[in-house]
């Protein structure tokens, strides 16, 4: 090996255990100039350092450095400075560093797998400083997954969020400094540790991580998810978030409240298997909400056809479901469950659902132990546990699936039990 090829990797040296393949040398911009090679350049400025169209691992300066990554699934640290960055197609991951950076994601690299079609995007880090992250997102498809992603994980603060400003106007994201976001359209959004303020209502869908910390998080009319946490662990608890989702279907996930949620208009799902006080708000159209039973859960389904699965696995003692107080009882539990059609009763010893005069459906196939189901009037459908459960349809056409025990059907008008 010759000292032009040894210099040229020397800035693969620190992140070399993480590459996935052999990379390509990459090349000092004054070594192509050598060579006879024109410099590429990155937004009209001359590169400094120049990568190639493998994978590469790119290690700026103190200084201002001048980064084209080109082509592969590259790294760049730029370093100290005020830099500039142009990633290049495919999906890179851009760190900043201190300094007042010019982040440029550029192109996407589409791809297909079992799951079908997808992008693989950038991942952009800005650092301490007022730094320019360009998103770049390039490849027009409607793959159903987020591919470029801005994180402020690594911030030594608290952020606060604006993106998807009327017209084109750069999004603003303060925090270790004054950072302008452009090109935001599908994307991830990593808060910090610390309790963020995330406004992200951007044209298209998002996926909000909140993290760790009291965050605030609000998203816009696409079908966008929400985690309040980074890491998923059941029955945790937290610090409260509060999240607000606008139109469209929207996803959010809270395993370590207590968090209050308020879902806006469209076919919505809310997740929570917190420990902690959870209140959620369904808001308009029809929603699912899937959540564990415990003290302080309050949930309202709002307006629609909404569904809610009720998981009270642990929970010791008959709990008692009445659908006209909106309540949920069971010894010392007392939680508030109101505005639902449609009731699926998971674990327990023992549940006892009593309904209301309009249409109920209630699912039982998943309990533990015996239900008794007291639906009213209303056209009513009944799905029994596979132990030996009474089931009432009351007044209405009322429709039984028993569970496999010995049932007892009262007032049921389509199909029989056992």
Same mark, same amino acid.
């Given at each position: ?60 300066? !103190?200084?201002?450095?001048?980064? +084209? /990554?080109?082509? *592969?699934? &590259?790294?760049? #640290?730029? %370093?100290? =400075?005020? @830099?500039? $960055? ?116 951007? !044209?298209?869908?998002?996926?909000? +991580? /909140?993290?760790? *910390?009291? &965050?605030?998080? #609000?998203? %816009?009319? =696409?079908? @966008?998810? $929400? ?192």
């Amino acid at each position: 090996m010759d000292m032009t090829t040894s210099r040229s990797r020397r800035t693969t040296g620190l992140l070399a255990p993480l590459l996935l393949a052999v990379l390509a040398p990459v090349v000092p911009a004054a070594d192509a100039a050598q060579a006879g090679a024109v410099p590429p350049t990155c937004h009209g400025e001359r590169a400094t350092l120049v990568g190639t169209d493998g994978r590469d691992v790119l290690v700026g300066t !103190p200084r201002h450095d001048v980064i +084209v /990554a080109r082509r *592969g699934d &590259d790294v760049v #640290r730029a %370093g100290g =400075g005020d @830099d500039l $960055v142009c990633a290049g197609p495919g999906a890179d991951v851009l760190w900043g560093g201190p300094g007042n950076d010019r982040l440029h994601g550029e192109g996407d690299r589409a791809f297909e797998d079992q799951g079908g079609p997808g992008i693989a995007g950038d991942t952009l880090r800005g650092g301490p400083g007022d730094d320019l992250l360009d998103v770049g997102f390039h490849v027009a498809a409607d793959t159903g997954n987020f591919p470029n992603t801005l994180a402020w994980d690594q911030s030594a603060g608290p952020v606060r969020m604006r993106l998807g400003a009327p017209g084109d106007a750069p999004g603003v994201v303060i925090g270790e400094g004054r950072d302008r976001v452009v090109g935001a359209r599908r994307l991830t959004v990593v808060g910090s540790r610390f309790g963020d303020v995330l406004d992200v209502r951007v !044209p298209g869908d998002v996926k909000v +991580v /909140a993290g760790a *910390g009291a &965050d605030r998080v #609000r998203t %816009g009319a =696409g079908d @966008d998810e $929400v985690l309040t946490e980074r890491q998923v662990v059941d029955h945790a608890v937290g610090d409260r978030d509060l999240v607000f989702t606008g139109a469209g279907d929207d996803q959010v996930s809270s395993f370590s409240g207590p968090d209050e949620i308020s879902l806006g208009h469209g076919t919505d799902l809310a997740l929570t298997a917190s420990d902690a006080p959870v209140i959620i708000d369904g808001g308009a159209g029809g929603d699912q909400i899937n959540a564990t039973v415990h003290d302080d859960l309050i949930i309202d389904g709002g307006t629609g056809n909404n569904s809610v699965v009720l998981d009270a696995t642990g929970v010791e003692g008959e709990l008692v479901l009445t659908r006209r107080q909106g309540t949920l009882a069971t010894g010392t539990i007392l939680a508030r469950v109101r505005r639902f059609t449609s009731y699926d009763l998971i674990g327990g010893s023992a549940w006892t659902y009593s309904g209301a005069d309009l249409p109920d459906r209630v699912v039982a196939l998943s309990s533990g132990g015996p239900v008794q189901v007291f639906t009213l009037g209303g056209d009513d459908e009944l799905w029994g546990s596979p132990f030996d459960d009474q089931l009432d349809g009351g007044p209405g056409t009322d429709e039984v699936h028993p569970g496999g025990g010995a049932d007892t059907c009262v007032s049921v008008e389509v199909g029989t039990c056992p």
